[in-house]
């Protein structure tokens, strides 16, 4: 696995964040909006850098902190962005956000998908609902060095047309011809005109060829349980599997106790994990 | 009562439940320890003794979805039918097994003042331990005291003579509690400060309360709603114990296993037992009493009360 | 060796409490069925050197809650903006009259909290450690929830002391094991005495060898931890009080509308909410599973990530768990399995 990268905030007091300003609100879904982040200090903003598949905390100061998937890529230095869903205490809050508000945010934390090992594969993506939020900061990454990667098919499901977030990103995936991309919903719309089915079976009838691929899933735990087995069908060794993993988190670097599974901490040691990995855990998921 | 009679109460009980809550002698501490029994063999490691201190009560919730038998205390009953009034517990699936209490020991005050883990042996109307002798009413638990429920409200099978208890004698008069009752507002109103200034919000209070059932959701804890602040200090953290001694009017037995429960000795019985008299005075009420009476607090309705003004 | 009268401890304690330092120490408090716990000490105020404590001593280091830092929200020139205000370190205090199981658990919590030990930067931790002095108190008796001879050195173990003082007739002999107990013992309050060393106690033992592999193979028998576990109730005492534990919460609370302060307090991996996830899913719903956990995070996934063993054998949490839990008998039915 790679190194975490030490940039941001993790290099200095961990658990003092950055005052960051909201710069745009994207309504992605009637439950998930998109904050688009700058850090306060141009010095951090400029320094920051991560890798797909890392996670951040972004803070209401007063409400609290949750923890998100950076979806923005790597190659985005004017912003961070973080999709939040409407869920708790602190999603709720930071719903009542809009352009100009002030919030707090540390970030990067926890280990990233490993795409340099990646290069020279196939890459297969399967998203589903606001698990598609790591994924959209890979897929662009992997789309930034499109020549380090070789075929690249990716499937988006959500429950109905109106739950499938990134319209602006999906139309440029559809159109252009270096991608194969599915969005697909579970019931369709009179105004739906793509796929109708489940991320596994619409998986499945895009038959990624597993050999020399890896297969990138995340999404709610009844599409990943099911698109395990269709990828394993399919014929993708659970080496070549990977999954990010959420838990309740406070501390985000590992001490807080509450994300272990087993003795891997999922901020630290995850939260992206291979399934063989995974399958080495105890199980408590 | 001898064992003679608990253990095949229990056999008994067991041929119509999945389980029997009671009591094991520990063999490190030597005291009684809750037990679950399920075969009959296990039954046979079954105590009680003035050691069987803890209220079983506090499990019956915990275990909705079997039939359980219970060996109960007279006061331990009384939580049994609270929780039966209150809907937390269906008669039908448990089965109480009364035992003959003679008054059970404050083993945490014992061991406190004279040492952890010294062997208890309660004989003649003395607890000794390990050399150390003293009048059993200096060392029971204060709820023992003139005990007005020595006779289990609800039994199933009593494993012994229920019924003809002698109350034990009333508490010595030099204690917390006159001392407390002695003092202006002011200084209670300190006393607290200081009291609460060393919990440690372990929620063990809660926990061991046999009628604190919303557990996982108590507003000591949660922030939804967020009635108090986290912190552990005295402000806060006596914030927090009295919203839930707010919630336990008309509800609280008077088990005192908060109280025993509190790792740092907090007397919180001071302020339940005040509020438990201002029920019974008001609503000549005493919280799991029968099976008939309706907690005050359920009896208000909307439609003839009216709604707030 | 050194000797120190038992009456010259107040002096002493004076002594460390002079540059302004808190000083530590066991005390009896009022109005509290005998508890003894450490707290800041006071001039006049007497010290229990006999009793053992029934809360550890991390609070000195791990305040139950600790301020990580101020926040406001200001309007300045028609905009809002934050101001965050990190708190100042404290002073290191003194710790007196810690127990060996005290102090050999400090290396667990530096490995975590203290940067100089490998830990993350955590200022307020390394503010209060870097200078902290720890006197301990050698147990030559011990009661039957003990068990520190299961560990190491047992209560011969010096690790985290800076000096330790030997119970004998009238006082203390005094043995420095750092710098800093070696100038404590060469003030006018020690004399020089032939006292031998008194002989140490020996408590209850468990077994802790294999432990971590056989957790391992037993994690999926959740009807042995449901047994294990039956009368656990789920407070949070055993993780309070215990000297290694330090998993936390972390939170705000606002003073008002315009200003508050995150928080760090104490937290337990017995409470339901711990793992709470806001949709309503939780890895860890029942009792048994917690507790799973918290004898996992012990005596399984510290020392496979850490190298050390997540207990001392203090035995607070079984002098004080309201329900009867003793650690040592879990371990005892995982090692019979």
Redesign the interface.
Known sequence: MSTIPKSGINAKIPLLPERASITRVIQETPAVRTYRLVFDDPGMMAAFSFEPGQIGQMSILGAGESTFAISSPPSQKDYIQFSVMKTGVVTTAIHELSAGDRVAVRAPMGRPFPVNAWKGKDIVIAGGGIGMAPLRSLLMHLLDHRGDFGRIQAVYGARTPADLCFAGDREEWERRDDIEFIATVDSGHPDWSGSVGVVPGVLESMSPPPANAVAVTCGPPVMIKYTLESLEKLGFAADQVFTTLERRMKCGVGLCGRCNVGAKYVCTDGPVFSLRDLRALPDEL | MSMNDLIPAIKKVLEEVDVVLGWTR????G??????FHTPDEADGAIFDSTCI?NLA?HLP?LKNSKVGIVAKGCDARSIVQLIVEGEVSRDRIRVIGVPCPGVIDV??A???Y???KKIEDAGGRVHMEGRSVPREEILLHKCHQCRDQEPVIVDLAAGDVTSMTPPPPPDKSG?RERFAAMSITERRE?WR??FS?C?????C???CPLCFC??VCSM????PHWT?????AIESEMAQQVRISHMAGRCTGCE?CE??C?????LMLLLEEQNKIIEELFAYRAGASLEDKPPLLTYDINRDGGWR | MRFIAEDAIPRLLEHLAGGGRTVWAPRVVRDSVNTVLFAPWSAGEPVETGAYTHLSAKAALLPPTERLFGFGYLQAAGEERIELEPEEPEESPVLFGARVCDARALAALDALFFPASGGFNDPGYAGRRSGLTVITLACTTCDSACFCSSFGKGPAETDGSDLILYPVANGFLAEPVTDAGSELVRLDLFQDSRLEKPELAVTARVETAGLREKFIDLFSDIDLWRQVSEKCLSCGFCAYACPACHCFNIFDEMSGDREGERCRSWDSCMFYSYTLETSGHNPRPEIAHRYRNRIGHKFSYFPANRGEILCTGCGRCIRGCPAGVDIREVIRTVQER
């Open positions: 520990s063999p490190a501490a005291v009684a320890v809750p037990a679950r803890h506090v915990r945490k005050r061991w406190r003042c040492g952890f883990g917390i006393f200081e009291q060393r440690i919000r372990c929620y063990a809660r926990e061991a557990r996982d804890q949660t922030r939804e602040g986290g912190q552990v200090n296993e025993r429960a790792p740092v000795g907090i007397p």
